[in-house]
C-alpha cells in the first residue's frame, strides 16, 4: 500500500480579494471580481471576457449529480478551496497527504485576449498562491502561471515564480507569439530546465474556436482535445528532438487515450510525413510521448487497464477537488477498485513517486 498519496492535479477557488488585493495598482479597478446576479448567485466576472463564470461548478466536490448547479455563492464554497488550514481537513478526508494546486479563475483568464492585463492579473495570482501555500508548505505546492507574451516574458516569469516558491507554471494554450513549437521559444524551454519548474498545459486554457456542437454536455467531453492538440505541437514540432530533457505536464485530459494517440502520431507520421511536410524526427512520436510527457487523470479507469501500453513513470492519479469533476470524498473507494489489479510498485508510482520525482517533494 502507498505510504502517502500526492493529488497531481488539484485547485484552489479563488477567494473575492485575490485579484483586488494583489494586481498592479493600474489595474486595479478592473481587477477580476466577484458579482451577485439574482437568481443565478455569486459570479466571477473578467473584464474583457464576455462571460462571467458562475460558482456552482467551481466547488461542487461531493455532490450528488443530481445536486450540481451552475448557480451558487461563495460562502457555500468548500472552506479549504481557499482557507488553507482548513484544507488539511480536506485531505485527510480524502486520504490524500498533499495536493499540486492549480487555479480555478485562473484557467479561462488564459484565453483573455488583452496580454498585459492577463499578465497582470496573473502575477497577482502567483503572489496570492504563494502565500497560501506558504502556511503548510510541506502539504501545498502551488502552481503559479505566466501570460507568455513573448519568450523573455516568459523567462523573467520564470524566475520569479521561483523565487516565490511556487512548484511549476501553467501555459496558456496559445502563446502571445507564434505558436510552441516555434524556434523562438527554445530559449524559454532551456531556462525551465535550468531553473527546475515542470510547465503544465492544463484543459479549459485554449480557446475553443468552433463552439460547441449539440448539447452543451458535449463540450464536457470534448476539452480534452485542445490539450491533445497541444502535445503534437511539441512533437511533430521537434521541441522534444531540440529539448530532450524538457517534460510537460498534460493535466485533467484523462489518460486512457493515450495508447490510441500514440499509435495515430506514429501511423500518419510513417506513412504522411512526407506529403504533409512534417518534420524529420529522431525518433517514433510516440517514443517522445513516453518519455517527455506526463499525463494526469482522476477516475479513468481505461487508464490503468492499459497501463503495459503506455509508461507507468509518466502516469500521476489527481483528485481535482473541489470542483465538479472531483472524486472527493470517495477518492479511496474509486482507487480500490480501480487499481486493485495494479502491483505495489505501480500503485506507489502513479499515486505518489512520479509526482514526487516530477516536482522534487519528499
Known amino acids: 500500500m502507498t505510504r502517502t498519496i500526492i493529488s497531481a492535479d488539484s485547485h484552489i477557488t479563488e477567494p ?16 477580476p471580481h466577484i458579482a451577485h446576479q439574482e437568481g443565478i448567485g455569486d459570479l466571477f466576472v473578467i473584464p474583457g471576457m464576455p462571460q462571467p463564470i458562475p460558482m456552482g461548478l467551481v466547488a461542487a466536490a461531493g455532490k450528488r449529480p443530481e445536486d450540481i448547479s451552475l448557480t451558487g455563492r461563495f460562502d457555500e464554497w468548500h472552506r479549504g478551496g481557499w482557507d488553507p488550514d482548513a484544507r488539511l481537513a480536506d485531505q485527510e478526508r480524502d486520504g490524500v497527504h498533499a495536493e499540486i494546486l492549480y487555479p480555478t479563475v485562473g484557467m479561462p483568464l488564459c484565453n483573455h485576449p488583452d496580454l498585459d492585463f492577463k499578465k497582470a492579473c496573473m502575477d497577482a ?9 506558504s502556511v503548510h508548505p510541506d502539504r ?26 511556487l512548484k511549476g507554471v501553467m501555459l496558456p494554450g496559445h ?13 524559454f524551454w532551456e531556462a ?25 454536455l458535449n463540450y464536457a467531453v470534448t476539452i480534452i482535445r485542445a490539450n491533445q492538440d497541444i502535445m503534437a505541437v511539441f512533437i511533430y514540432g521537434g521541441v522534444f528532438d531540440r ?19 500514440m499509435y495515430r502520431m506514429d501511423h500518419y507520421y510513417q506513412r504522411h510525413r512526407h506529403s504533409l511536410r512534417a518534420a524529420t524526427l529522431e525518433r517514433l512520436p510516440s517514443e517522445y510521448f513516453k518519455e517527455n510527457i506526463y499525463v494526469t487523470f482522476q477516475d479513468d479507469w481505461v487508464a490503468l487497464r492499459m497501463i503495459d501500453l503506455v509508461n507507468p513513470e509518466r502516469l500521476m492519479w489527481a483528485n481535482d477537488f473541489p470542483h465538479s469533476d472531483s472524486t472527493w470524498p ?4 474509486i482507487l480500490a477498485k480501480h487499481a486493485a489489479h495494479l502491483t505495489d510498485a505501480q500503485r506507489d508510482l502513479i499515486l505518489h513517486d512520479n509526482v514526487a520525482r516530477l516536482y522534487g517533494l519528499q
Open 16 to 31: 473575492p480579494n485575490t485579484y483586488v488585493d494583489h494586481i498592479d495598482a493600474k489595474y486595479r479597478d478592473q481587477a
Open 140 to 165: 501545498l505546492f502551488g502552481i503559479g502561471q505566466t501570460a507568455m507574451r513573448t519568450p523573455q516574458d516568459g523567462i523573467e516569469d520564470l524566475r520569479r515564480i521561483k523565487a516565490l516558491g
Open 330 to 333: 470517495w477518492s479511496q473507494e
Open 192 to 216: 525551465a530546465i535550468d531553473v527546475g519548474l515542470p510547465l503544465s498545459f492544463h484543459i479549459l486554457t485554449t480557446k475553443n474556436p468552433s463552439g460547441v456542437r449539440g448539447p452543451i
Open 175 to 187: 502563446p502571445g507569439q507564434a505558436d510552441y513549437d516555434d524556434p523562438i521559444y527554445d530559449p
Open 243 to 261: 529539448h530532450p530533457r524538457l517534460r510537460i505536464i498534460c493535466v485533467e485530459a484523462d489518460a486512457g487515450w493515450v495508447p490510441h494517440y
Open 125 to 133: 495570482y502567483n503572489r496570492w498562491i504563494a502565500a497560501y501555500c
